[in-house]
């Protein structure tokens, strides 16, 4: 086999240059690799078993999320609904759709229809739906428009530095507790105020009201 470096030629930095040429690669390899919906998180959108519309239930049809997430208020966890709750309608309309099908057999069967999950914190940081819901904190601020997506993908990274965001300043997203799942809704400018102004200041006014303090520098607050 003919030896690429030959012996006794000084190709010390051939091989230096080789090897940094090759690192000079490395770099944007792992910025790729790390910048992938995956790791990021942020667009992940998995396919599911069913066709679901949140943009046809939610959206044009008007459901509430809580008829289908019933505990998000009570539970640290939120809920996909069961099949039944699918059925209170699906047992009438369209009832013979074979886009339908998993449906109606986990329905007949008992067994859920196995949807992907697709928002996840890890397991050393605690996450609890019903503080934040019963504080005024809307579905919207961490889960974008779902009520426009044909199928759900991540809006938000859920980072630690995320929740940190907000927890700094949760004047920017604190609203009356009647529009939690209203995700077109925004604050009403007064006078020449814009948007992001009369949020503030309705933020601010509720925060006081309600007591919000959200943990910050206390790490024990998210890591129990
Ligand atoms: C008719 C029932 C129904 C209604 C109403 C509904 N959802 Fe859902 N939701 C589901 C089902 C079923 C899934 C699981 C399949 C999927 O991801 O599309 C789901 C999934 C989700 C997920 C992703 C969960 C995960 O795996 O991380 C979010 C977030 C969500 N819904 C938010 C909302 C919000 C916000 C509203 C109100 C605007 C809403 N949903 C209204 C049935 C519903
Ligand atoms: C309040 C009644 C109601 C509930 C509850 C409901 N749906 Fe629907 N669903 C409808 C109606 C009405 C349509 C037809 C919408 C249209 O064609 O514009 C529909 C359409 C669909 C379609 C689209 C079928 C196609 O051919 O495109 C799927 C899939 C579906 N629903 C799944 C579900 C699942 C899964 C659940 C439970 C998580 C659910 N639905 C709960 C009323 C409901
Ligand atoms: C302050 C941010 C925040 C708000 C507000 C919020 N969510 Fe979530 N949601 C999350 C996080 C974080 C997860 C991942 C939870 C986990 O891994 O335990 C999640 C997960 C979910 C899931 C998947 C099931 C679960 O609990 O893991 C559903 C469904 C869901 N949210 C629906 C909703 C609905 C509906 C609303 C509004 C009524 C809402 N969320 C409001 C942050 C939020
Ligand atoms: C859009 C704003 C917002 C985001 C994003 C947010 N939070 Fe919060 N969080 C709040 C508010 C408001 C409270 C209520 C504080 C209070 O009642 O004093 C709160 C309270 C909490 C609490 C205290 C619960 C208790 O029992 O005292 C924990 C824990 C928490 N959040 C964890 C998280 C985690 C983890 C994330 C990120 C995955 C997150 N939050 C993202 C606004 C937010
Ligand atoms: C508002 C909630 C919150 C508070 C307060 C908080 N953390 Fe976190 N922390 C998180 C979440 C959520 C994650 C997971 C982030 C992810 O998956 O990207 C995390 C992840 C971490 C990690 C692991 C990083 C990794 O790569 O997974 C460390 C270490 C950490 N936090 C330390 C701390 C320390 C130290 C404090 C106090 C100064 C603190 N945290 C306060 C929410 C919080």
């Given amino acids: 086999m003919p030896q690429i470096f030959p012996r006794g030629a000084n190709f010390v930095p051939l091989k230096i240059i080789l090897v940094l040429a090759f690192l000079g690669m490395a770099a944007p390899a792992a910025i ?11 667009g992940y959108q998995p396919a599911q078993p069913i066709p679901f519309s949140h943009k046809v239930h939610a959206g044009q049809l008007g459901l509430d999320c809580r008829y289908c ?32 099908a998993p449906l109606r057999e986990a ?37 974008g428009r779902v009520d426009q997506m044909d199928v759900v993908a991540q809006d938000q990274s859920l980072s ?36 992001e102004q009369a949020q503030e200041n309705l933020g601010k006014e509720l925060q006081k009201q309600r007591g919000v303090n959200p943990p910050v520098s206390n790490c024990a607050g998210c890591h129990r």
């Fill in 69 to 100: 997430h019933s505990f998000v208020e009570t539970a640290a966890h939120s809920n996909i609904p069961a099949a039944q709750v699918c059925m209170n309608c699906h047992s009438q309309v369209q009832k013979d759709n074979p886009k339908l």
């Fill in 32 to 42: 790729w690799y790390y910048w992938r919906p995956e790791y990021t998180k942020i």
């Fill in 107 to 143: 329905w007949a069967t008992g067994k859920p229809v196995e949807w992907v999950q697709i928002h996840k914190t890890p397991d050393h940081a605690y996450f609890n739906h019903s503080v934040h819901i019963n504080r005024g904190v809307s579905c919207v601020s961490c889960h």
């Fill in 160 to 195: 630690m530095d995320w929740c940190l965001t907000c927890h700094r300043a949760p004047e920017n997203a604190l609203r009356p507790l009647d529009k939690v799942t209203d995700l077109g809704w925004h604050a009403t400018p007064k006078g020449k105020e814009s948007i």
